[in-house]
């Protein structure tokens, strides 16, 4: 298992993140998936079995609670196309809970939300390593490493320290991102490859990211 840890200054220690072996374990990918593409799935894959965890939940976010604001497309577009996009993996899950709850998706209310249903269970919520220095302003973030372990996946360029307790895990740099998958479209260029067969299709049946 090619993983390694943050070493956590003495000023600021979480010993509540201690979780139990007979618990499940769980992985968590939130976003916009606006689209979702092959990068969101080589990531998920990767923290799934490096990790060797039981399953990945993919988690769509009804509103992002960032300072710049990305318009996205409606929910059920992006769901169907979450949906479309992990069908025939069975280790991989689609949850609704941001989207049926409306409003600013704050993580730290999720993860009480899935707690309360699965007491079972542990989770492992995965970021990207752009996301890591913008953790201190998650909402609740004291709270919220309490209550998961969060993986880091490594990028190139991307910092690799915390104040916070991070799992790291090397995942394959895949260079695509959803602003991406949009640009093509408009463009008229191929996203072959860049998503899913079955996304690919629906955002053409659908005409999605032309305008």
Request: proline letters at 6%; charged letters at 25%.
């Amino acid at each position: 298992m090619n993983t390694s840890t943050i070493e956590i200054p003495k000023v600021k220690t979480y010993p509540e993140v201690m979780f139990g072996s007979q618990k499940k374990r769980v992985g968590l990918l939130g976003g916009t998936f606006n689209p979702l593409h092959n990068g969101h799935l080589i990531v998920a894959q990767q923290v799934l079995s490096q990790l060797g965890l039981e399953k990945i939940v993919f988690l769509p976010d009804n509103l992002p609670p960032h300072v710049d604001h990305k318009d996205a497309l409606p929910a059920k577009q992006r769901l169907e196309m979450v949906r479309l996009g992990i069908t025939g993996n069975e280790k991989f899950e689609l949850d609704t809970t941001e989207i049926e709850r409306g409003g600013v998706s704050y993580t730290v209310d999720t993860i009480k939300d899935l707690q309360a249903r699965h007491p079972d269970t542990d989770y492992y919520f995965i970021i990207g390593g752009d996301m890591v220095e913008y953790l201190p302003k998650w909402y609740q973030i004291d709270q919220l490493v309490r209550m998961v372990k969060f993986v880091g996946v490594k990028r190139t360029g991307a910092r690799t320290q915390s104040q916070y307790p991070l799992l790291w895990v090397d995942v394959p740099t895949i260079d695509i991102s959803s602003t991406l998958i949009r640009e093509k479209v408009q463009q008229g260029c191929s996203i072959k490859y860049l998503v899913p067969s079955a996304v690919e299709d629906y955002i053409k049946e659908e005409g999605l990211y032309r305008d």
